[in-house]
């Protein structure tokens, strides 16, 4: 697993490095987006600066998309593996479980084309829909 792990970092034109192997192997683990906060307690020796680079890297590299769910908190989840440096292709669906408080992608669930009035230009997407997920519901 840490050679296919290494393999995405290389992949992305990021530098392996012991956090960055670490946070990533973290964020695979996860079946929803996860905050800092999350992440620094999931690596207990983890210092907050360094954390915080390690996520701003893999976000400018294509790695990772932030998500802003309303919470205040930004989320952080893997990208599609169409991102790039360039340009993230991130623009699925969010749904924010109301119950449990995570955040999910649903990469099924496109996010429309918005067609803008004449002299505006977006920067980014992002559609949050709030509720009760599968699993609380049960």
């Given at each position: 697993m840490k050679i296919q792990v290494e393999q995405?970092?290389?992949?992305?034109?990021?530098?392996?490095?012991?956090?960055?192997?670490?946070?990533?192997?973290?964020?695979?683990?996860?079946?929803?987006a996860i905050s800092l906060s999350d992440i620094e307690k999931g690596?207990?020796?983890?210092?907050?600066?360094?954390?915080?680079?390690?996520?701003?890297?893999f976000e400018q590299n294509g790695l990772i998309h932030i998500i802003e769910d309303g919470t205040g908190t930004p989320k952080y989840a893997l990208c599609v593996e169409e991102c790039d440096t360039h340009e993230h292709h991130d623009t699925h669906v969010h749904f924010y479980c109301n119950s449990c408080k995570e955040t999910f992608c649903l990469?099924?669930?496109?996010?429309?084309?918005?067609?803008?009035?004449?002299?505006?230009?977006?920067?980014?997407?992002?559609?949050?829909v709030k509720g009760v997920c599968e699993k609380c519901a049960e």
């Open positions: 995405k970092l290389v992949d992305k034109n990021i530098t392996p490095t012991a956090m960055r192997i670490l946070v990533l192997e973290l964020l695979l683990q996860q079946s929803s690596l207990e020796t983890a210092d907050r600066i360094t954390v915080y680079r390690t996520l701003k890297t990469p099924d669930h496109k996010i429309p084309n918005i067609l803008l009035p004449s002299g505006f230009t977006s920067a980014e997407m992002n559609l949050v």
